[in-house]
């Protein structure tokens, strides 16, 4: 039975991702990063001792991103640091793609003065301006260590209202199609109505979303290193870049052009991989970009 | 109206807006124009002219105000300004001023507008208490009387601050000259009665609030920039222009050395970032500026504008390790050691701040490049010298009491040695040393993590000892450039109030027992002599190198960028006028401008 349900599942839903070629190749570059993070750094030691003689040395089969303005290898730094940005980003974009989902599910269906009330929730956590309310919370934790779950659920409070608005407005326009009809007549209860009916509907819009939302928890997670909320780690991707661009000034020679560059393109990948992936996603599951095939 | 006048007004359109366009480039570039120097700093916009008023006047304060005198550290020299002569005596000091001192508006420059701006500063900032009272025997002579408590290096302070002399200029601030007297009068009485350890009287208090806080507000709001259209000062030279992005000052023709000066107008643009300061100097839209700059980043430049050249003074301070003495960790003196010992200073300053002068191997709070002046031959011989030595580190920590375990280093009481490094995150060099020196500890044994305090919050976290080690400014000499002003830092004031190094105990030196709080007291009293000072600065320099209250990690040097493409006259990079520079570069410039030394080359 449970060997069915898996042929089931991989026909249904692996199969149709392993034939489109975006969801292919998103997919590659993800798996490639997850690797990166997970076994990379048992593979690849981490060397951070400064050594200011050999800055800025050219890529080369002993340092295959060449070294940094400290003479220390960018590619240990890199395979390093991939663990705390794919963890953290990774777990702000899926904080903020659940709460999103779950509040705009919500306000989409609910009508009166709960919608109402999540509406004004939702237009509160828009218009704070998220900066003051990061030094705010860096006064308030301070003292705190905290781990990369909750850095992740910090992170995500800020970036989970702009989705909230959209899936709302995107249910608004589903709630009142036949199949929701049917279902309430049929007298299926809430939670089937909005996760089952609805929410499916917006799976690949939600995982788009989710991607999208990869950038902006990584920029999120630097400024709350820089805020001293978070755990400094020297190695992590946005860190690396502040160091080159402000503080090393490596686009002001060309010899630390390298620097910036192949921190620059390992996040362009990632980010570029799971838009792949996205588009994939909605290639497949979209029947009306399926109609286009 | 046919389709051949619409388009011949959609093309006129077009050419207005085309040429506006132009008009408006062509404006915010302002070409440059004989007799200017092109500078970098930052300003209040809207300029208001009001040193009082938030962001006061920005870079241009020593172009616009001028001290009693300037003071070259190197040369140990003071050049009169707006005095011509001074005299000091036990408690007092005459100045005889410039009789030919002139304000931009013409008004002449009198011991009136002096007496009105020690008022003034008073009343605004409840500083100097020390001038007790400034009289006028005459228009061109001002006596300060100064309090029982006011150090001997005071008096460079009336000298060299140019706050003193005509801040509040009393025909421009002659409305509330009488407020600002009282004010300051009432916030003197105060301040004698806490500093002799009684509560003032609680409607006294209520009376000198409710004054101040209403002189406050007014003087905050005026605008001598939008009231008199100008900002009459008695510096050479007055802000006439003003924008977002750029302003200008030009030469105040009443000034008495502007007969000298060959430069005749200032363009400021605004510092916005160091990388905006790189670009502007490598470009050549600025001649001359400080910004820390990477290695390379000098290398390119040098490369891409030949005609740049680059001096490197003291900045009088120096970046330091401190330690907050109320973590239990800290109070061992051999784990400083070990840690002094531990670290590799030059490796440090190389990432940090490539160009600052490598540290010398002794923590004895005196400024390397002083410390031949200050430091006898004799007393270096007696003290410590740490140099980069890991075994020696081991040494002292075993015999301490603490064990390797693994590659972790214990504390006696079995716990490991663990702390954060905390560090304020806008100052990028202070950043890149806390990362290098976290790194070194780690490689030794310690388990040290670091801490970014974010933007704004320094003062806060610092002050409220919610920090275990961290990078600061060690000993500073800016204000007045002694050994008392690093001493009075580190045990009493400043940087004391964040460490809480017990400075009143006492300490065994090869001269009997002192406490380092003491010695401070006593070099305050008798820093003008140099003889007795050096007595009191070797025994508090052997306090300071064996019971290290700081490491100091490395000297910070000012860097001074300086085209000759356009300008001649900079000195040569021996020069004692660059030793000016820390705390004020523009007063090189200045000095520079008004003696007539820079001009435009031809």
């Not at chain 2, 092109?38 to 300029?47: E, I």
């Not at chain 2, 004054?211 to 510096?235: C, E, H, I, Y």
Request: charged residues 20%; contains cysteine; positive net charge.
């Amino acid at each position: 039975m449970r060997k069915k349900r898996f042929s089931n599942f991989f026909y249904d839903y692996v199969q149709p991702l392993i034939s489109n070629k975006k969801s292919l190749v998103g997919s590659i570059i993800l798996l490639f990063f997850i690797l990166m993070a997970t076994i990379g750094p048992m593979i690849v030691p981490l060397n951070m001792n400064s050594d200011f003689a050999n800055r800025y040395q050219r890529p080369s089969l002993q340092h295959p991103f060449g070294t940094d303005y400290f003479g220390v290898d960018i590619f240990q730094q890199i395979v390093h640091g991939s663990r705390s940005v794919i963890s953290l980003t990774l777990f702000a974009s899926l904080f903020a793609v659940i709460i999103g989902t779950v509040v705009g599910v919500a306000r989409g269906y609910l009508e009166g003065i709960g919608g109402k009330l999540l509406d004004a929730i939702i237009t509160v956590f828009l218009v704070i301006p998220s900066f003051p309310a990061l030094l705010i919370l860096a006064a308030i934790f301070a003292d705190t260590k905290l781990n990369t779950v909750e850095v992740a659920l910090i992170v995500a409070i800020w970036l989970w209202a702009p989705l909230a608005k959209q899936v709302a407005a995107q249910v608004l326009t589903v709630k009142s199609r036949e199949f929701v009809e049917a279902s309430r007549m049929l007298n299926m209860g809430l939670g089937y109505i909005l996760f089952s009916d609805i929410a499916k509907l917006l799976i690949p819009y939600i995982f788009v979303n989710f991607v999208t939302q990869l950038k902006s928890a990584m920029e999120f997670s630097i400024g709350l290193m820089f805020l001293g909320l978070a755990k400094f780690d020297p190695t992590h991707w946005g860190v690396m870049l502040n160091y080159a661009l402000y503080q090393a000034g490596a686009l002001y020679t060309p010899k630390g052009f390298h620097y910036p560059f192949f921190v620059i393109l390992n996040i362009v990948l990632l980010i570029y991989g799971g838009i792949l992936l996205a588009q994939g996603i909605e290639e497949v599951f979209n029947p009306k970009l399926r109609g286009h095939e | 109206m046919s389709n051949r006048v619409k388009r011949l007004i959609a093309v006129l359109v077009l050419g207005i807006f085309f040429i506006g366009l132009m008009g408006i480039s062509l404006g915010a570039s302002s070409t440059s124009s004989a007799g200017e120097l092109r500078l970098a700093t930052d300003w209040p916009f809207p300029f208001h002219g009001n040193p009082f008023g938030a962001g006061a006047v920005g870079g241009a304060w020593w172009f616009v105000y001028e001290p009693f005198a300037y003071y070259i550290p190197q040369s140990d020299e003071y050049i009169p300004r707006l005095a011509e002569s001074w005299k000091i005596e036990k408690g007092k000091v005459t100045v005889t001023l410039r009789k030919n001192a002139k304000f931009s508006d013409g008004k002449p420059f009198t011991a009136k507008d002096v007496i009105n701006s020690v008022n003034f500063i008073q009343a605004m900032w409840q500083w100097p208490y020390e001038i007790e009272s400034v009289t006028a025997p005459n228009d061109y002579t001002v006596v300060f009387t100064l309090s029982k408590d006011a150090p001997q290096s005071f008096v460079h302070t009336i000298l060299t601050d140019a706050a003193i002399p005509a801040l509040a200029p009393y025909h421009v601030y002659s409305k509330w000259a009488n407020q600002a007297k009282e004010v300051a009068t009432l916030g003197k009485k105060i301040f004698a009665i806490s500093s002799s350890g009684k509560t003032p009287d609680a409607q006294l208090k209520s009376t000198y609030d409710k004054k101040a806080d209403d002189l406050r507000k007014q003087v905050n709001a005026f605008s001598p920039f939008k009231t008199l259209k100008r900002m009459p000062v008695v510096g050479s030279f007055e802000p006439t222009k003003i924008t977002q992005s750029e302003m200008v000052l030009t030469a105040n023709k009443y000034h008495w050395l502007y007969p000298k000066m060959k430069i005749n107008r200032i363009t400021f643009r605004r510092w916005s970032s160091n990388e905006f300061v790189w670009a502007s100097l490598i470009s050549g839209e600025i001649y001359a500026a400080h910004p820390n700059m990477p290695k390379d980043v000098v290398e390119q430049l040098t490369i891409l504008n030949p005609s740049l050249k680059v001096k490197t003074t003291t900045d009088l301070s120096e970046i330091a390790l401190v330690f907050n003495y109320q973590k239990p960790l800290f109070k061992d003196v051999n784990l400083r050691k070990a840690i002094a010992y531990v670290l590799d200073k030059s490796k440090v300053r190389d990432v940090a701040v490539w160009q600052a002068s490598t540290c010398s191997p002794y923590a004895h709070g005196i400024l390397k490049s002083m410390e031949s002046k200050w430091i006898s031959k004799d007393t270096l011989s007696k003290l410590t010298k740490y140099t980069t030595n890991a075994k020696m580190a081991e040494e002292i920590l075993k015999k301490a009491g603490y064990k390797k375990v693994g590659s972790t280093w214990q504390q006696p009481n079995g716990q490991p040695v663990a702390f954060t490094l905390s560090v304020y995150g806008p100052h990028s060099d202070w950043v890149l040393a806390a990362r290098e020196v976290v790194q070194q500890l780690n490689n030794f044994g310690f388990k040290v993590e670091m801490k970014l305090i974010p933007d704004g919050m320094r003062d806060q976290v610092m002050k409220s000892g919610d920090y275990e080690a961290a990078i600061e400014f060690g000993v500073t000499w800016q204000g007045y450039p002694h050994p008392y002003s690093g001493y009075l830092r580190l045990y009493e004031a400043d940087l004391y109030n964040i460490t809480k190094f017990p400075s009143k105990d006492k300490y065994s030196t090869p001269w009997g027992k002192f406490s380092p709080y003491d010695l401070t007291e006593q070099l305050r009293d008798v820093a003008q002599d140099k003889k007795k000072s050096m007595d009191v600065v070797q025994k508090l320099a052997y306090i300071t190198n064996e019971y290290l209250p700081i490491i100091p990690l490395f000297e910070k040097v000012l860097p001074i960028y300086y085209s000759d493409k356009k300008i001649t006259g900079w000195p040569a990079k021996d020069d004692p006028v660059w030793s000016l520079a820390p705390g004020g570069i523009e007063r090189v410039y200045n000095l520079l401008i008004t003696t007539g030394k820079l001009a435009v080359k031809k």
